[in-house]
């Protein structure tokens, strides 16, 4: 095996295929890339066997092909601390790699491809065509509320959810809830639960916004994401997602709409001396106001009060104050509306001008 690739050509599909790579494994085949070249296209393909990214590079000057497997995070460092613009050649050398440009040269250790694991998902049941955009937009407006490491398995990652001509996203750790929709054609109903490692990696897959679309094929165990030269294949969370509209409150009386950005640079200087552990944030709703109180056990303290369009009863509650700024933050109108009840219910974040997407947080002891 031997060829020659541009360094620009390279390090992008290197960077997202050793995004699944861990660097502790039980096998050391696991932090290797298995690189195949052939037909004029490199083929590197990564995995924990739990996720596996693909990725294939054209138009690279092949010498020989054949394939070989190669410690991923050097490769990776060896691509990136060459010059702009730089060629790179490897070829097989016994049993080592010999990776070379300009007057660098280097040798890795290889181990044999066929130790390479390969994910095989079998025909796929169910098929999703989605704008990148758009299934980008359900990550960025969910993945955030997802539990991490959670005794809950399934809280560890995001719920799919199709019914009929809606596709649903929902992300919770039983604090927060964020759900956001999309309209597609008929599909029937389903729910498939995305791992984290997944999902965070379906994320840099999708990072470059462009107007193409992606296909999701699904099986009873597995996911597999195509999009152009990228395939990602994960294994599903096996498990059954609880019953998430039970903690979407309905019947709140106390409407609450305040300028999202003003409200959230509000709530972002009085986190500076909120209580590390807790997060805890006081909130007075009053007419025409909202007051904000936190402190920690320094005995440092921070208020805030901002203009609000509200009319009825004070209210005091309190929240996490981290929760309330993640929300506001991957909300994207200029108003918010806060839907509240009394101080031991949830409080409802929505965009008064767009309801594809919801969040809920509890509220905290005060």
């Known amino acids: 095996m031997k060829f020659t690739i ?22 050391p085949v696991l932090s290797n890339l298995l690189l195949a070249v052939e037909n004029g296209e490199m083929v590197i393909t990564g995995t924990d066997q739990e996720v596996e990214i693909v990725v294939r590079i ?22 990136r601390s060459l010059p702009e613009g730089a060629d790179m050649e490897a070829s097989l050398d016994g049993a080592r790699v010999a990776v070379e440009s300009g007057r660098f040269s280097s040798h890795l250790a290889t181990l044999p491809p066929n130790d390479f694991p390969n994910i095989d998902i079998g025909k796929h049941e169910v098929s999703i065509e989605l704008a990148v955009v758009d299934l980008a937009r ?25 019914e009929g001509k809606i596709v649903r996203f929902v992300a919770t750790n039983g604090q927060r809830l964020a759900c956001s929709t999309v309209v597609t054609p008929e599909l029937g109903n389903h729910q498939f639960i995305i791992p984290r490692k997944a999902i965070v990696e ?4 999708l990072a470059d916004g462009t107007d193409e679309t992606v296909t999701l094929n699904f099986t009873a165990n597995h996911m597999q994401v195509d999009r152009g030269r990228v395939r990602l294949t994960t294994k599903l969370i096996d498990a059954t997602y609880p019953d998430y509209s039970r903690a979407i409150p309905t019947g709140g009386d106390k409407i ?29 709703v009053l007419p025409g106001k909202l007051d904000m109180h936190a402190n920690n056990p320094q005995q440092e303290e921070a208020e805030e009060s901002i203009s609000i369009e509200y009319e009825g009863e004070p209210l005091e509650i309190g929240f ?28 409802l974040l929505e965009d008064p001008d767009e309801t594809t997407s919801l969040y809920v947080i509890s509220p905290m002891v005060l």
């Open 6 to 27: 541009n360094r620009e050509k390279l390090l992008d599909p290197l960077q997202l295929a050793c995004g699944v790579v861990e660097r502790r494994q039980v096998s």
């Open 58 to 79: 054209p138009e690279v000057t092949i010498v020989e092909p054949g394939e070989i497997t190669v410690p991923a995070r050097k490769l990776m460092d060896i691509c």
């Open 138 to 162: 359900l990550l960025q407006r969910t993945s955030f509320a997802m539990a991490q490491q959670d005794v809950r398995y399934f809280f560890n990652g995001v719920l799919l959810e199709v």
């Open 202 to 205: 379906l994320g840099r897959v």
């Open 256 to 284: 609450v709409i305040a300028d999202r950005q003003l409200l959230k640079e509000a709530l972002v200087r009085t986190a500076i001396l909120s209580n590390e552990l807790y997060r805890n944030v006081r909130l007075m």
């Open 320 to 347: 996490n104050i981290s929760y309330l700024i993640e929300a506001l933050t991957v909300m994207q109108g200029e108003k918010v509306r806060l839907t509240l009840s009394d101080p031991g219910s949830a409080c």
